[in-house]
């Protein structure tokens, strides 16, 4: 199972909104530019976490996106689901009907169960965590740059 490049980015998008909106609208050309993500593609995914009810935005100046939810509130497996779809490692999981083999097949148990472990995982972090983690990593590199 692969996550595309679509939740990749959001994630990392949603991250950098969250170490810089301190009350305030972070700008797209900001957040590409930091993550050296395409504008136009950011723009999309950010649009479609807006519209799932994750980001607010608001046009002109002083515009951008910022979080509609606190992100201690929003679970990670939330946005994952939103910007890749059902976490699903192989058709026959959501879709028993598709294989006459269904119920009679240990490999698809094999797929329930690491469905499940991954939305598990998934569940048990929020966006506020990851936030935190990145804030943590921020400080060690900069403690390195200036021990050098």
């Known amino acids: 199972m692969k996550f595309s490049t679509r939740t990749r980015y959001g994630l990392r998008a949603l991250v950098d909104i969250g170490l ?16 050296n993500i395409s504008n136009r593609y950011l723009e999309h995914i950010l649009l479609s976490l807006k519209k799932a009810g994750i980001l607010k935005s ?24 939103i ?24 490999v698809r148990d094999l797929w329930c169960l690491l469905k499940s472990e991954i939305e598990k995982f998934l569940n048990s972090i929020t966006l506020e965590e990851l936030i935190e983690r990145q804030k943590e990593k921020e400080k060690k590199k900069k403690v390195i740059f200036y021990e050098i």
């Open 20 to 35: 810089n909106y301190k009350d305030k609208f972070v700008l797209v050309k900001d957040i590409s530019k930091r993550q």
């Open 83 to 106: 910007l890749e779809g059902k976490i699903v490692p192989v058709e026959c999981v959501e879709k028993k009907e598709i294989c006459e083999r269904s119920e009679s097949c240990a």
């Open 58 to 81: 608001v046009k002109g100046m002083k515009g951008g996106f910022t979080f509609l939810k606190k992100p201690s509130e929003i679970k990670i497996k939330e946005i994952v689901e």
